[in-house]
């Protein structure tokens, strides 16, 4: 008895130390209740570790000193260092000269103010710095050995360069975020330095930039760009030494405020971390990210990526999806292979049924995301990427120049396809310069190795006739020949979307074969041509603009011309299409009777895209701008224009400089209207500014002013000595020197002569029929992806995303890139950003844009076919979509986009139905409006697209919803023979059937009596 109470005590002892562990294990609720499985990554011990357990020593006889103000709290693990801001702890000696290594520690950030995370170095001229500007993540290096060129004048003291992390990934304020880095030295500089930057397990892209304070640089044109890199050689350079001295925080500048926890250093460089994986349970782990964004940066799931604890999901659990009829609603999860490589994926769904009916398992499309090296992510300018010793992008210098030998790029999660294991290519004829897409497989076929993860991407398409009502069915989940069962639920909601007049037009560089053509760049089949515009109207749009202008120099091409402008308006009205924008160059557009023709033909507006981006007004050719305007305009047709948003603000504007009259080259003109003749013979203008002729002729040798013929009243030009005068104008006083060609001595009206400008107000003269010449619809490209607080940029976009009128000449259209890997940017513009904005239409660019080999922007599949330009550096193609033999290959950006004109449809459907109740209920009407505002308030802010979550849009969605149907109580079919409120079928509701329903009303809807059907019930509820 004794020796078995003993064995119970025992036990009873395990067991108590086991509910410990298991309790105060971190995230043990999240994952299944245990933390079982060892981390599939190479094991190197530490050259020595800090684990910070309230003490500032390492178990290597390493000892941190510290400024004051330290204290521990509790950690990741046990306790762990708090640094507030501008403290830091530095050690007096730690041995790491080494010319590979690692680092890697817990950090979580108090603020997203920025500052040290990690520094070493031996002097104030070479460090490694790891640090945090704002959320994100900088790897900064200074180095003696000043790059690997000998042009050291361009290195001082005050240069260093910095590895900056691309938005995909930002560090979670207030959260443990795992920072590593780790770096290789090329021993005989014949290959670059290797360097890795990684949060949280997943290895991040890096932007290279160099800075300087050196004043021979900063004169240069592109200030501390990468022109100068073309001098500076290879600065993706490690420093020499990486120092006796260790620091978290910085000695010298504010720290970023944070918690600290298990620093280890190895003397070894590590190429992949996996900080959760002892937390991991066993198996294949099924988790989830975000869409399209989490908030301040974006989620996406590369091979490298690994589940934070609180993404890993139970398959069990299933998945929701909600959506109306005729919608299409994304659905996406990732499986991460812990524990051994995965040789054969296959996913399957089921039908999905409900008591109302069944949506067939053809209507779920299912592909994988293919992971594949680009030349990167980011802004317009396409940032030249360096990681892992690689570098891409748009750059001013050759591959060679840089130093670079590996051009592999960045890994990028981008396509959708049913086999990411096929090599995709096309090929090019180079007699005829036509491209031939590769065909892609139909056929699911995917593979997971050990330690990555793959994302899975289902497209669930709604029926338009499918009966709203709760369906259910089942994913199937291959791996390995173990077959994971995931319940799928499908709420069809019981009313339709509605949409607004907006127009979506995108741009569209193709042309349809019809026949002839000796160079078929940008020309395919008619066939591939009508898969485009399918997909196109299925993701929303309803408009083109066809950016194909013809050079037409002989009748053959005059000829092929015609015919293809033909067919491919007649295919555009095929797709239901309900506007074709067309291209038109100034020098090809005196005559655009033939375009004004074949647009009416197949019903079509006349629309006609002006010069692209025509922004620099400040100079006399902008004149032709407004006269290839102005010439459009007499022809019938109406001028669409893409510009920046300042100048969008510039166009009928009489205070603008854009229509000065005094810039007005000689010699200009536009149809119909004679600008010099037009002003000189205006009596009504020179009444109003009192000036007969202004036009300037800059003489050589004149120091000051500019020579002009100047006729005034005689009356506001006065003598002041010998060949000076002075007028009063608009504007102030002016001092005018020259001779008098007109009038006599004591009165004067005409003198040649110059306008001392920098005594006087410059004069600014705007005439106003120069001033009605403005574009019809001004297509503004916006600053919201490179907007910072305090902008002055973004102030026009901040305006209108409060629902302040533009105020723009046109109507109002929005433009941005969409080809650029940004996609809860890309929801964002489609869909709130619009709204919120009362915008008349979106026109994002670009559908497909690609170039030749060697030339332009490169292959579709192959960025790096391109070849360097001086003027343009590395462009990799514009891609939305990719082409294959029979359409087009889906993007993560193209589901984005289409997600976001969903949102968009929702908030107009909510719109409607609000309106409806305005003068029936007018008290619920303004209460659900105040609600509706208030969901919206955080969208309206410029940086909103980056700072918010796939979670708030989810939740404005869930909220419209909810509204939707509060308001809108009967989504069922009325039968049409019946007569709401008729008692008494007499075919008309008059006041013995109110009286009857007065009568008979059942207030609590108890059920009713014994007398039988219940009066006016007509719902039968």
């Known amino acids: 008895m004794k020796e078995h109470a003993q064995k119970v005590f025992v036990i009873t002892a395990i067991v108590l130390v086991l509910l410990v562990i298991i309790l105060f ?76 290594g690692s680092v890697e520690l817990w950090f979580n950030p108090q603020n997203d103010e920025g500052g040290t995370i990690f520094l070493t170095r031996p002097d104030v001229d070479d460090e490694l710095h790891l640090l945090a500007q704002g959320r994100t993540v900088v790897l900064r290096m200074r180095s003696t050995e000043r790059g690997r060129s000998s042009d050291s004048e361009f290195w001082d003291e005050t240069s260093w360069m910095n590895m900056v992390a691309t938005a995909d990934a930002q560090l979670r304020v207030g959260e443990w975020n795992h920072v590593a880095l780790s770096w290789k030295r090329s021993e005989d500089r014949s290959e670059p330095d290797e360097f890795h930057v990684f949060v949280d397990g997943r290895e991040l892209a890096m932007t290279v930039t160099f800075r300087t304070s050196i004043s021979e640089v900063l004169n240069e044109e592109d200030l501390n760009g990468f022109n100068l890199t073309r001098k500076l050689g290879n600065l993706v350079t490690l420093p020499q030494s990486l120092g006796q001295r260790i620091f978290i925080g910085h000695p010298d500048k504010v720290v970023n405020a944070g918690f600290y926890d298990d620093l280890k250093i190895y003397d070894t460089i590590k190429r992949a971390f996996c900080p959760y994986c002892t937390f991991y349970p066993e198996g294949p782990l099924f988790f989830q990210k975000p869409l399209f964004g989490g908030q301040h940066f974006q989620t996406d799931i590369t091979t490298s990526t690994k589940p934070l604890p609180e993404e890993i999901i139970r398959p069990e659990n299933g998945f929701d999806v909600s959506a109306t009829s005729g919608e299409s609603e994304p659905l996406s999860f990732a499986v991460y292979a812990h524990d051994a490589s995965i040789d054969n994926v296959d996913i399957s769904i089921s039908d999905l049924e409900s008591n109302e009916g069944t949506i067939s398992s053809t209507n779920v499309d299912i592909r994988v995301v293919k992971v594949w090296d680009q030349m990167g992510m980011g802004g317009l300018s396409y940032n030249t990427i360096g990681m892992s010793g690689s570098v891409g992008g748009r750059s001013d210098i050759q591959w060679a120049d840089f130093g670079v030998h590996d051009k592999s790029g960045i890994a990028v999660p981008e396509l959708l396809v049913y086999n990411d294991l096929q090599e995709l290519a096309g090929r090019v004829d180079p007699a005829t310069n036509e491209y031939f897409p590769p065909r892609i497989s139909r056929t699911f076929r995917t593979s997971i190795p050990q330690d990555t993860s793959k994302q899975f991407w289902l497209d669930f398409d709604i029926p338009e006739d499918a009966s709203p009502g709760e369906y259910s069915g089942v994913i199937t989940v291959d791996l390995d020949g173990n077959e994971v069962q995931v319940p799928v639920r499908l709420n069809v909601l019981p009313f339709s979307l509605l949409d607004s007049s907006i127009n979506r037009w995108i741009f569209y560089r193709f042309t349809p074969l019809v026949g002839g053509e000796d160079n078929q760049y940008e020309i395919i089949s008619e066939d591939l041509m009508r898969a485009h515009f399918e997909d196109i109207r299925a993701h929303g749009f309803n408009g083109l603009i066809w950016t194909k202008d013809f050079e037409i120099k002989t009748p053959q091409q005059r ?36 375009r004004i023709e074949v647009a009416r033909r197949y019903g079509f507006e006349s629309l006609l895209y002006g010069p692209d981006e025509s922004n620099s007004f400040d100079k006399d050719s902008f004149f032709s701008t407004l006269q290839f305007i102005d010439n459009v305009h007499n022809q019938g047709a109406r001028i669409v224009m893409t510009v920046s948003s300042e100048t969008a603000q510039e166009y009928g504007n009489p205070e603008s400089v854009m229509y000065d009259v005094h810039r007005i080259p000689p010699g200009t ?49 006065h003598k002041i000595k010998d060949n000076e005068f002075v007028t009063r104008l608009e504007g102030g006083e002016y ?27 410059s004069l600014r003269f705007t005439h106003p029929e120069l001033v009605g010449i403005a574009p019809d619809i001004l297509i503004y490209a916006n600053v919201l992806s490179r907007a910072k607080d305090g902008d002055e940029r973004a102030d026009f976009d901040a305006s209108v995303l409060r629902g302040e009128p533009s105020n723009l000449a046109g109507e109002t259209y929005s433009y941005w890139q969409i080809g650029e890997n940004r996609l809860k940017y890309n929801r964002f513009r489609s869909g709130v950003a619009a709204w919120l904005s009362n915008l008349d239409g979106i026109s994002p660019f670009a559908y497909q844009h690609y170039g030749l080999p060697g030339q332009g922007y490169g292959l579709p599949y192959e960025e790096f076919s391109t070849d360097y330009d001086p003027l343009r550096g590395y462009s990799p193609p514009q891609m939305t979509t990719y082409p294959y033999a029979g359409g087009s290959v889906p993007t993560l950006e193209w589901k984005a986009l289409r997600e976001g004109i969903d949102d968009y449809r929702y908030l107009v459907t909510l719109d409607h139905v609000l309106e409806s109740i305005r003068d029936s209920d007018p008290a619920l009407h303004q209460s659900i409006t105040r609600e509706f505002e208030s969901a919206l308030r955080p969208f309206r802010n410029v940086l909103s697209w980056y700072s918010l979550s796939d979670q708030d849009f989810a939740d404005l969605r869930t909220f419209v919803v909810e509204k939707i149907l509060e308001l809108d109580l009967d989504f069922g079919e009325v039968d049409e023979d019946v007569i709401l409120g008729d008692i008494n079928s007499d075919s008309c509701v008059d006041e013995t059937d109110v009286r009857a329903i007065i009568d008979f009303i059942d207030f609590d809807c108890s059920p009713p009596g014994e007398g039988g059907e219940l009066l006016g019930d007509t719902n039968a509820d």
Not at 673 to 689: K, P, T
């Open 559 to 594: 000829s092929l011309a015609s015919a293809q402008r033909d067919r491919f308006f007649a295919l555009a009205r095929e797709a239901r299409f309900e506007n074709v924008v067309q291209a038109c160059d100034t020098t090809q557009c005196e005559d655009i009777s033939t």
């Open 669 to 717: 003109s536009t149809s119909g209207l004679q600008l010099r003749d037009s002003i000189v013979g205006d009596a009504d203008f020179l009444e109003e500014v009192q000036v007969r002729e202004l036009f300037p002729d800059l003489g050589e040798g004149e120091e000051e002013g500019t020579w002009a013929r100047i006729e005034l009243e005689s009356a506001d030009l």
């Open 735 to 761: 001092r005018i020197v020259g001779e008098i060609i007109g009038g006599d001595v004591d009165s004067p009206d005409v003198v040649f002569g110059k306008i001392l400008f920098e005594e006087t107000p």
């Open 25 to 100: 294990t971190p995230f043990n609720n999240i994952l299944f209740g245990k933390a079982i499985g060892d981390a599939q990554v190479v094991e190197i011990d530490p050259q020595f570790t800090c684990d910070f357990e309230n003490r500032l020593g390492c178990d290597d006889g390493v000892v941190f000193g510290a400024s004051e103000g330290i204290s521990f709290v509790e950690g990741f693990r046990g306790r762990a260092l708090n640094l507030p801001r501008g403290e830091y702890i530095g050690s007096s000696t730690a041995e790491i000269e080494m010319g590979e």
